[in-house]
């Protein structure tokens, strides 16, 4: 491991400060860093460790029902909180499908939207990985790509986000609010994430020093809570990364779906936002063939990275299902196995 | 969980008998409060930290090494590469003794694999090592890698596993496929898969002269220090080993390897203590692995559904240097009747690490294959799977036809079926689901597995207070060795376990051979078993002969010994305590030495196997191919059972990892540099707890009077056997899809 500065600010200015100097990084939980650091995948000079900041380990509420929550928020602290449960139950179980409870009670949910991708080729460094070292090359696209992008990706980069909260908060129009040098500004969360085009090292919007503070997610987004699931395949039945996942909900007006919302995660370099598939959904009935054409539209620039073609089929069928699970009605209680399909509600259908 | 005696009384008289209970782990104290010392808890002053600098190419050499710049970073103290590693005493290039591996340290420029050691690295700090290899920054005179069948050089073998044949028949299988009315033949793939001991291999090495302590998680302790010190110059009684916690070794922790021995010299030739650890990702290389098969199974039936021949080939991944064989072909020669059986084993040389023995080596991979393979045959047959295997149960070894020394896997088949509710399974596959629409299939395989002992001594003392301390350089890698071993120890001398001070763990005790072969129990509680037997009858002669005692002229009648006393074997209520004969004696002490001994003639009589059914519930996602194994239930006999909660821990230890042979387990080689891309235990997937949710181990009686004086077969092993069939089994039962080739993937489950 490299010698690297430590600097522990006591207010986010100094933070930003710090932070803006060339080779820092920002250090929250260190899940994600840390193994980085220790593979040498990144070489942080100095890290700038943003635990003692105050204040942004809260979740405050709008009046009108919006959930402010703070960037070092834990993700336990976060699933667990019975009003975000109720208004944003799909983040809450995206959350609790992710990692394991010992890194979920250490995990922020800042650190979560800033994790970087699985891909082993990143975090191989003697693989060519554009990601890491610009015009390196893509080791990944001709290499082991079993579970590699389908959509957005591009020649110079293969790779996914792996996050799970993402998914369901890039579906619920989540805000990001951020404080830099220059001031503070807000992006919405779908803006976060770059997709790699030849530039994949630019992982994201923020510039130097720019911190997240937190994020929002408006009331509007409340609007699905009683029809809204995540759903994640994985290849073992938990602590696995997203093979496919979707978060989806519905807000409906008898059996005609008013407002849809459906996000992707596993398959690209972001979270991704289905949103041709929710221009098929709204104003639809809610029935499986209105999920099926959705997931048709969800699917129709996928294309596979390399041994990758069956993400695309089983993203439309895990679609349809993640719909007919949300029309089935949130749980009342958080299923055993959060995300899972091994958990499926009882009556909720399984088309063979 | 119950927790019943499963074992009837043993055959011998066995009075104040405290084996067979289900007692915990003497050592779970200092576990569960982190007291327990593991290899790499030690921190002598002076200490260095040594980290290996690794390849990341697969064939070639290393042309540079930036030494210097290593060197400049601080705290780095000592950089070794083969320009200026010290000498060794013997060729790491030629195998040593009985268990000798080909070794990597630093003896010249070449890369035979990725994640070979190429520099050592000595610091002050771990970082500074870490950092210091880090520098190192490696150039190298690449060869293209051979990482698969088109690439890899095939061979004939001279030997499969440890010393077998790689060819072995029984009877004509070409004549048997001649006759049959059907053949069934099928082509299994299994991965490369890695020990993953949630301890890494560690040392830390400290030399007083030519004297020298290791502090190694090591499976033999014994044999070890003559390895070590053969390699260092030095007579094995000048080293000793400290290997009290083992965090598992699965047989990853009996072979020397190159790494460790790297640690060693630095600390002899930098005169200071030095810590080694491997890095999770650096298991995947120099530490053995359990190598890729292909194989083939060729099963000729009757009319009956009965085999007519079996022939199983198997293709071997190795390394370019050495031979280690995953012997899989071999798993067919013990299980079922049949009047021709065959198994050949090619090999296959790739640029890889060498693979070495790892749980149920042969077995695992071997049985998989003929489970799922047997699997198919019933289903051409038209038979229950459960059925089927009954059809062609072995009532005597099959090849040889010696009987068996004892084989309840009737017992075991109807126990387990009983358990798991087998009957009324539908006999087409996709005939069920639950509730929630998913496919549900069942699936069965038989376990086996054979009956190793290992040459073993022990040393018991009886004490002038009656208590004894018995000893034996053991090895607890988690299966519980520290309890069992002193159960048996306690019983042969008559005394509550609470009475006997066990030592273990350090190579300077008698030798308890290899913890392996899951032949531990059976081998060093032998030696126990008559090391405390002597003690008792060395005890009885001074009674005997005292006029003074109550057992005076017992001599010949004999006694038994019981909670600190002899009694008179014809009248019980004439007895004296242990102390009272020392003391009356004058003694302060009795020692007594044993050996593991077995009855070499009944040794050559029997067949001698551990043997089980486990029984398997699946469910599976009909549109996502997402396979959960729901339910388990084996069902085992292996002898008498010194302590059935132990032995169901291993059971379950053994079906779990079954369960991760199935659908989770596979090193992920890049195809283009052999470079191990899951190399960790994130995406390097083993089952947890949710993929488990229900598990159950039956305890089957079973009476042995030839496989050794204690009745002890071994369990450590036979859990994965039958476990990994009966999940494939049960995934084509929920799906009807066969999969041959494991993991079992979604994809390969998600239809059209």
């Known amino acids: ?352 | 969980m119950s927790l019943e005696t499963a074992s009837p009384l043993a055959p011998y008289p066995r009075h104040g008998s405290n084996a067979g209970q289900p007692i915990t782990r003497r050592d779970g104290e200092l576990k569960v409060t982190g007291q327990a010392t593991y290899a790499a808890d030690n921190h002598p002053e002076g200490l260095l930290y040594a980290v290996c600098a690794v390849s990341s190419i697969a064939r070639g050499r290393v042309t540079h090494l930036d030494v210097a710049a290593a060197m400049a970073h601080p705290g780095v103290v000592e950089v070794l590469t083969p320009a200026n590693r010290p000498p060794l005493a013997l060729d790491p290039n030629v195998k040593h003794g009985p268990f000798g591996f080909r070794l990597e340290v630093l003896q010249d420029d070449t890369v035979r694999y990725a994640n070979q050691p190429i520099a050592l690295v000595a610091a002050e700090s771990l970082e500074a090592a870490v950092e210091g290899a880090a520098l190192l920054n490696p150039r190298y005179e690449a060869q293209p890698a051979r990482t698969g069948l088109e690439d890899g050089q095939r061979y004939a073998p001279a030997g499969v596993g440890v010393g077998a044949p790689p060819r072995t028949a029984h009877g004509d299988v070409e004549a048997g496929f001649a006759a049959a009315a059907r053949i069934v033949e099928a082509d299994f793939e299994t991965p490369a898969q890695f020990h993953n001991a949630m301890e890494p291999h560690a040392v830390v090495a400290q030399w007083d002269g030519d004297r020298l302590t290791l502090d190694m998680p090591n499976q033999a302790l014994v044999m070890s220090r003559e390895a070590y010190g053969a390699f260092f110059g030095v007579p094995g009684a000048n080293v000793l080993i400290r290997s009290p916690f083992l965090g598992g070794g699965f047989g990853s922790k009996a072979i020397l390897n190159g790494p460790q021995l790297l640690g060693i010299l630095a600390a002899r030739h930098l005169k200071r203590p030095v810590k080694l650890v491997l890095s999770r990702a650096q298991m995947y290389g120099p530490v053995g692995h359990r190598g890729r098969t292909w194989q083939t199974l060729r099963l000729g039936l009757d009319g009956q559904g009965r085999l007519t021949a079996l022939r199983h080939r198997s293709l071997a991944a190795t390394s370019s240097f050495d031979d280690f064989l995953e012997p899989a072909a071999n798993a067919s020669l013990h299980a079922y009747a049949s009047p021709a059986i065959l198994s050949e084993t090619e090999g296959l040389r790739l640029d890889i690490g060498t693979p070495g023995p790892m749980r149920a080596p042969g077995e695992a991979s071997g049985s998989a294959a003929l489970e799922a393979a047997m699997d198919e045959a019933a289903e051409a047959c038209g038979m229950d799977p459960l059925d089927f295997r009954l059809a062609n149960y072995a009532e005597t070894e099959p090849g040889t036809g010696r009987p068996y020394s004892s084989k309840a896997l009737r017992e075991c088949y109807a126990e387990g079926a009983r358990a798991f509710g087998w009957a009324g399974r539908p006999l087409r596959p996709r005939q069920m689901r639950d509730a929630d629409g998913l496919l549900v299939g069942w699936g069965v395989g038989s376990a086996l597995f054979p009956c190793p002992h290992f040459p073993a001594e022990a040393r018991a003392t009886l004490r002038a207070d009656g208590t004894a301390l018995v000893e034996t350089a053991g090895v607890d890698m988690g299966q519980g060795a520290w309890t069992v071993l002193a159960q048996i120890a306690a019983e042969a001398l008559g005394l509550d376990p609470a009475r006997v001070e066990f030592r273990s763990g350090v190579s300077d005790l008698p030798d308890a051979g290899v913890a392996g072969g899951s032949g531990h129990t059976a081998s060093a509680g032998l030696a126990l078993h008559n090391a405390g037997q002597n003690v008792i009858a060395r005890l009885t002669e001074l009674a005997a002969a005292d006029p003074a005692s109550p057992l005076f002229g017992a001599g010949n009648v004999g006694v038994t010994a019981r909670d600190g006393r002899l009694h008179r074997r014809d009248d019980d209520s004439r007895s004296e305590s242990y102390a009272e004969i020392l003391a009356r004696a004058g003694q302060p002490l009795i020692t007594a030495s044993g050996r593991m001994a077995r009855d070499e003639e009944a040794v050559q009589s029997w067949a001698m196997y551990s043997h089980g059914a486990v029984f398997a519930e699946v469910k599976v996602d009909p549109d996502f191919g997402m396979v959960r194994a729901t339910r388990l239930v084996g069902a085992f006999a292996a002898g008498r059972i010194v302590n059935p909660r132990l032995v169901r821990s291993q059971y379950y230890g053994g079906m779990i990892w079954g369960a991760g042979f199935a659908l989770h387990e596979a090193a992920l080689a890049d195809r283009r540099t052999g470079r191990i891309m899951n190399a960790d235990l994130a995406e390097y997937r083993v089952p947890v707890n949710a993929d488990v949710p229900s598990l159950e181990a039956i305890l089957v009686p079973e009476e042995d009077r030839y496989v050794n004086p204690l009745g002890v077969k071994g369990v450590g092993e036979i859990g994965i056997t039958g476990t990994v069939g009966a999940i494939a089994n049960a995934v084509w039962h929920a799906t009807g899809v066969r999969v041959r080739r494991f993991p079992i993937h979604i994809e390969d489950l998600m239809g059209g």
């Open chain 1, 1 to 352: 491991m490299n010698r690297f500065d430590y600097i522990r600010p006591a207010t986010a200015a100094e933070a930003i400060a710090a932070a803006a100097q060339p080779g820092s990084a920002y250090l929250a939980a260190g899940t994600n860093l840390v193994d980085l650091m220790k593979t040498g995948a990144a070489r942080p000079e100095r890290l700038v460790d943003i635990t003692r900041l105050p204040g942004l380990d809260r979740i405050d509420w709008s009046p009108g029902g919006g959930a402010r929550i703070g960037a070092l928020v834990r993700n336990s602290d976060l699933a667990y909180d019975p009003a975000v449960r109720r208004a944003f139950p799909a983040v809450a179980e995206a959350l609790l499908s992710g990692a394991s409870p010992q890194l979920r009670n250490a995990a922020t949910l800042g650190g979560n939207l800033l994790q970087r991708t699985r891909c082993a080729y990143f975090f191989d460094t003697a693989s060519a990985c554009n990601r890491r070292a610009p015009g390196a090359g893509c080791d990944a696209r001709e290499g082991e790509n079993r579970l590699h992008a389908i959509l957005g990706w591009s020649e110079a980069c293969i790779a996914t986000h792996p996050s799970d909260v993402c998914v369901s908060l890039v579906a619920l129009d989540a805000v990001v609010e951020i404080e830099g040098p220059d001031g503070a500004r807000e992006i919405p969360l779908e803006a976060l994430h770059r997709l790699p085009g030849d530039a994949p090292d630019q992982e994201t919007a923020l510039a130097a020093g720019e911190l997240i503070v937190a994020v929002r997610l408006p009331p509007q987004a409340a609007a699905v809570a009683s029809h809204a699931r995540y759903l994640k395949i994985r290849e073992r039945t938990s602590y696995a990364f997203a093979v496919v996942s979707a978060a989806a909900g519905l807000d409906l007006d008898g059996t005609t779906i008013r407002q849809a919302r459906l996000a992707l995660g596993g398959v690209a370099a972001k979270p991704w936002r289905a949103r041709a598939a929710e221009s098929v959904l709204e104003g639809a009935p809610a029935d499986a063939a209105t999920f099926a054409r959705a997931a048709e539209a969800a699917l129709a620039e996928a294309r596979p990275s390399g041994d990758n073609a069956f993400k695309i089929e089983l993203a439309r069928r895990l679609i349809v299902r993640a719909l007919s699970d949300a029309l089935a009605g949130t749980p009342g209680q958080p299923p055993a196995l959060p995300a899972s399909p091994f958990a499926a509600p009882a009556g909720a259908r399984h088309v063979a």
